[in-house]
């Protein structure tokens, strides 16, 4: 994910908007006996991790597409892979690329997109040690795992959902090979799908998409994205997630638009036509202690309950969106 521009939010309301959130009870989230499981979601999410830096085209990242193929095919997905080639930005080689498709009820014409990137950034490249954004380690446990874990998870109870739609777990390769923020491109594995999407002839399409980035921090806040609620077909996709959120009592999913973030929602949108809103927490833990593209991005930053509350509500959005 690139860069964000700050809402306009006065300090006044932000003061009470913090001030309602640590005066409210707290609420019971439903569950249900096929409810999203935040504990096995957060060990994947550690598996993921186990494997060190996963950034495209290197030996973890390998490893992880043997892992998820495995994990996805063993639940009754399609897996097939998207590939393609891209230069890494300083060595000007050649990188095999690869979009990770699984797909659930693939006779469906009509099909939601649930997508993520999984790849992580090469280097913690806004580390405050400069040796570490050197040539420190970055895990991505939010910023890269955590999205690919809520998939994982979800993948246990698509046989409890509705069939009226077809789902397409995408998880997308080089979001951020990135080693310079004005240099790099970004998205390279969305725009590839976006671009395939549009020109290619097939006879299904998107009816509506979500892309999950930065979901698991421990301290979790959802706001919604500025883009997912200017665009007319994806504001009623964040509606309808953040009325899912409420009916559950996730009041981490905060019905305010405070960011705009570049992400993998706008390639899928602006170039394949695509209605994919992006659900992120930018702020982790909060705006002036961020471990953004740092060494602290790790799975003792992330926790079962916040990846249990997203995946509860993707879940029961899917449900209702069935
Ligand atoms: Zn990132």
Request: overall charge negative; glycine content about 6%.
């Amino acid at each position: 994910m690139k860069f964000f521009s700050i809402a306009i939010l006065t300090a006044s309301i932000l003061t009470t908007l913090e001030i309602a959130a640590q005066s409210e009870p707290p609420q019971t989230v439903v569950q249900g006996p096929t409810s999203f499981n935040g504990k096995r979601s957060y060990e994947y999410l550690r598996q993921l991790c186990d494997l060190g830096n996963r950034m495209s085209g290197s030996p973890g990242m390998q490893k992880q597409q043997e892992l998820l193929a495995k994990h996805f095919e063993k639940l009754g997905g399609q897996v097939t892979w998207q590939r393609f080639s891209a230069r890494h930005p300083i060595t000007r080689q050649p990188v095999p690329m690869a979009n990770l498709i699984v797909q659930w009820n693939p006779e469906s014409k009509e099909r939601i997109l649930l997508c993520a990137h999984y790849d992580t950034r090469p280097l913690p490249s806004q580390d405050l040690d400069p040796r570490q954004r050197r040539e420190g380690l970055f895990l991505g446990a939010n910023d890269g795992a955590s999205g690919t874990a809520v998939l994982m998870e979800l993948a246990h109870h698509i046989k409890s959902l509705p069939d009226r739609y077809g789902l397409d777990f995408v998880l997308f390769d080089a979001e951020e090979m990135v080693y310079s923020d004005r240099t790099d491109p970004y998205f390279l594995g969305s725009e590839y799908f976006a671009r395939e999407y549009r020109k290619n002839e097939r006879d299904y399409s998107y009816v509506a998409g979500v892309l999950l980035d930065m979901v698991g921090d421990a301290k979790l806040s959802i706001y919604q994205e500025r883009n997912s609620v200017a665009w007319d077909d994806t504001r009623p996709i964040v509606q309808g997630i953040w009325e899912t959120a409420a009916r559950l009592g996730v009041n981490e999913f905060i019905p305010q638009v405070r960011y705009e973030v570049r992400d993998d929602h706008l390639p899928l949108h602006n170039i394949g036509g695509i209605p994919v809103c992006d659900v992120i927490d930018f702020e982790y833990p909060d705006r002036r202690n961020s471990y953004w593209h740092t060494t602290a991005d790790t799975p003792g930053r992330c926790s079962a309950d916040s990846l249990g509350k997203v995946g509860l509500v993707m879940l029961e959005w899917l449900r209702s969106a069935n």
